[in-house]
């Protein structure tokens, strides 16, 4: 693995079902994101991770959840689809001073 | 509320200058970033500036004016492989980035 991982690459899914997109990263970031991103509209963060154990919302995390067991992984779930969570999602990780972040190639998620 | 404007769209020639503006109004300040998305792919980091002035990298450089809320992208020399969209994001009070809308960039030959 090089750098950051996400999985699927995309997904069409049924409304109201349950998803797990997946996030790796191995360059040992301290801090972790998820981001959707939206035709006409900037980056939106979803949720974060400042250090493994901890996790924080961001600007649109309702209908989502995170979790951060370990340095390396980061999934985002969707517990129950909805139209509306049809995006591009993209996950990063950022390391000290300046906290560039580093983003995976993204997942496409269809919700119908 | 906080606000990062950029234009939509730009055009330009290949082997031109192009200037890509950005203007905010953010929850305190620390730090802009620049992004380059081609279409399809991931954001790539460009440059970051935190302190008033000009960052030069080759043939791409960022300005930043604290004071006025402003920065821009200078990209020199154009190459048809830079028609991409070029995010601007601040990191706010908060150390959260907040991310424009993007420049759409199109390179003609």
């Known amino acids: 693995i090089a750098g950051i991982t996400q999985a699927p690459t995309s997904q069409i899914l049924a409304a109201g079902r349950r998803m797990t997109l997946r996030c790796t990263q191995d360059?040992?970031?301290?801090?972790m994101y998820w981001y959707r991103q939206d035709l006409g509209l900037g980056l939106r963060l979803i949720h974060y991770?400042?250090?493994?154990?901890?996790?924080g919302k961001g600007e649109v995390p309702d209908g989502y959840s995170v979790s951060r067991a370990n340095t390396d992984d980061f999934p985002l779930t969707l517990a129950s689809a909805v139209p509306s969570q049809t995006s591009v999602y993209f996950c990063?990780?950022?390391?000290?001073?300046?906290?560039?972040?580093?983003f995976g190639p993204g997942t496409r998620l269809t919700v119908l | 509320g906080q606000n990062i404007d950029q234009p939509t769209e730009m055009t330009a020639t290949e082997g031109a200058i192009v200037q890509i503006n950005c203007t905010y109004q953010?929850?305190?300040?620390?730090?802009l970033f620049w992004y380059q998305q081609h279409a399809g792919e991931a954001p790539t980091f460009l440059s970051y500036?935190?302190l008033d002035g000009l960052e030069e990298k080759g043939r791409f450089s960022s300005f930043l004016s604290r004071s006025k809320g402003y920065s821009y992208l200078l990209l020199k020399e154009l190459q048809m492989k830079d028609s991409a969209s070029y995010l601007c994001?601040?990191?706010?009070?908060?150390?959260?980035?907040?991310w424009g809308a993007g420049t759409k960039l199109i390179i003609k030959p």
């Open positions: 360059m040992r970031h301290n801090a």
């Open positions: 994001a601040v990191r706010d009070s908060n150390y959260q980035l907040i």
């Open positions: 990063a990780s950022g390391s000290g001073g300046t906290d560039t972040q580093y």
């Open positions: 953010t929850s305190g300040f620390n730090g």
């Open positions: 500036n935190v």
């Open positions: 991770s400042n250090t493994a154990g901890t996790t």
